[in-house]
């Protein structure tokens, strides 16, 4: 990279994805509660993973940041030029987020970068005024085309962008109702439209919601096989979705449609389990296995959506008890499934050709990747 050094504004929402794991399904006015519950600001984390890639073009880059905890820590932490332009509050809030943008603004920068969800990007895009913005994936909904798929390709994506390899595309900030999305309604809505830099593959698709009698008979099929060899005694983790919920609907239970419930032999022993209750399970029962089903349009199965099944949910399971189910046609879309579990050694365990169950008795082959090896 040549020429002027490109600026940058750059924020962290600190409190972006701590409801996701204790199984409050978003953070949005509940921050205080998701810390009662024992959760960990992940933000700051994300947000360096793809600063430190960043900094190899560090003398032609200058970042414009809020005061704290909502940018400056992280810049100063992978050694990169930057000027506090907004002084945050001690608990940040929305509007410290706009008025930050809006600071970024009256310094010409040439690209907004933030870490967080859909949230965090509904503020960021409210106050855009036609610059480029792209986001580091930290939030417990990430249904927006803003983001890329992992802090690693956010910094290619960056690098690219300021460089001139890579172009903009026009995308969708959506989000949804959290209050309806915690009693098992998914309501999304379309806030705006914002440009972001694209490169096939780095950034996400909006998530996409598939409904016809045709998936509806696939998932039964599904579901069918599911109730048969879930006979075994095992303790099984069901995942977030359409597709895992029709399992319980064939079982008589009530499942919780945007959450993680747990079922053995036929019943429901954990209604909407966050992160605590499945290290909890992991510990009194000697045989678990987890059922998941891709993010349509995405492709993810971890770290996105059912972010309760933590790395170390996932470890103490197993990799082997890990069953993944998708519609044939849900499947056909998706180039790969992707992990982004925040552990990069299971993420890479987890790569590799895996089996997809498709209906009843029947299978796929999927080629699973960690999305931060994307590139």
Avoid at 32 to 51: D, I, N, S, V, Y
Avoid at 281 to 298: C, D, F, N, T, W
Wanted: a neutral charge; hydrophobic letters at 40%; charged letters at 25%.
């Amino acid at each position: 990279m040549s020429g002027r050094a490109r600026k940058i504004g750059f924020l962290i929402n600190p409190i972006a994805g701590m409801g996701g794991s204790v199984g409050l399904k978003g953070t949005d006015g509940l921050a205080e509660a998701a810390k009662a519950r024992g959760a960990k600001p992940l933000a700051h984390e994300r947000a360096r993973a793809c600063l430190r890639l960043m900094a190899v073009e560090e003398h032609n880059l200058f970042f414009f940041t809020a005061s704290g905890e909502m940018g400056e820590r992280a810049l100063q932490d992978c050694g990169l030029r930057h000027a506090v332009v907004y002084n945050a509050s001690e608990e940040s809030t929305a509007e410290d987020t706009r008025s930050a943008c809006r600071a970024f603004h009256k310094r010409g920068i040439d690209l907004l970068m933030f870490c967080g969800g859909d949230g965090t990007a509904r503020d960021v895009a409210s106050v855009a005024n036609q610059v480029p913005i792209l986001g580091i994936p930290a939030g417990v909904k990430m249904h927006s085309g803003v983001f890329a798929i992992s802090p690693e390709a956010a910094a290619e994506l960056a690098l690219g962008y300021l460089k001139g390899d890579l172009r903009t595309r026009a995308t969708e900030i959506v989000d949804v109702d959290e209050e309806l999305y915690r009693a098992g309604e998914l309501q999304t809505k379309l806030y705006a439209q914002a440009l972001t830099p694209y490169k096939p593959v780095l950034v996400q698709e909006r998530k996409r919601i598939y409904s016809s009698e045709n998936e509806d008979e696939f998932k039964d099929q599904i579901a069918l096989f599911a109730t048969e060899f879930m006979r075994d005694g095992s303790a099984y983790i069901l995942g977030a979705g359409t597709t895992t919920s029709h399992i319980n609907e064939l079982l008589g239970i009530d499942k919780t449609l945007l959450g993680v419930d747990v079922v053995q032999d036929g019943r429901l022993i954990i209604k909407d389990a966050s992160e605590r209750d499945l290290l909890d399970l992991l510990s009194r029962e000697k045989k678990v296995k987890v059922i998941l089903s891709p993010i349509g349009a995405q492709g993810f199965i971890l770290g996105r959506g059912s972010q309760q099944i933590s790395a170390k949910v996932l470890q103490k399971a197993g990799v082997e008890n890990l069953i993944i189910v998708s519609t044939p046609h849900k499947l056909a879309e998706l180039q790969n499934l992707l992990v982004d579990t925040g552990d990069r050694e299971l993420d890479r365990i987890l790569s590799g050709r895996r089996q997809v169950v498709t209906g009843y008795r029947t299978a796929q082959l999927k080629d699973v990747k960690a999305a931060r090896e994307i590139g």
